[in-house]
């Protein structure tokens, strides 16, 4: 078994940011469905659509990430996945159609999926069987607090600045928890 890290508290920190990127892209930008719509010149229900391919981005994400994870550790998988998501978030905030905006958000689900499935792998690789219910738990509760909390924020991002800001929040958090992955967490798997 690998070494513990010398700062759980750290790494669950870490893990759960990772598991609230999932909450936090969906769920944040739902109160600017009607401005995205007035903005791109579409219905509601076509922004819908952006939704949608989100969710198909991460049934495939997670077929491809759980792999890549075994077979090239925690860290790169990581990297790439956030990096990519990242980039697709700036292409949703500068999207100047919703055909553009579904298409970014289906690369977003697709590589930012990596963050969801990544703790598990990692929680597996570090805790002894009986630490992981609990680390899991901690992770299930952020899980939980995420989409009560992401709609208020994007909300009143909305509100004050417009739709596109929203997918640049998203971009700057997950910019800093790659630094967080960059830095501070160690690569788990067996080798």
Known sequence: M???PTNNRLLILIL???TAIGPLSIDMYLPGFSAIAADLHTSI???GYSLSSFFVGICFGQLVSGPLLDRFGR???LYYGLSIYILASIGCALS???ESLIFFRF???LCGCVGMVAPSAIVRDVFPVDQSARVFSTLILILGVSPI???TLGGYIVSHWGWQ???IVTALITFLILMLVHFKLTETRKE
């Open 149 to 151: 909390l992401a709609p």
């Open 75 to 77: 860290k790169k998988p």
């Open 96 to 98: 100047n159609s919703v």
């Open 16 to 18: 759960g940011l990772l």
């Open 45 to 47: 229900e076509t922004v």
């Open 2 to 4: 690998n070494p513990q």
């Open 107 to 109: 690369l977003q689900a």
């Open 165 to 167: 800001p929203i997918f």
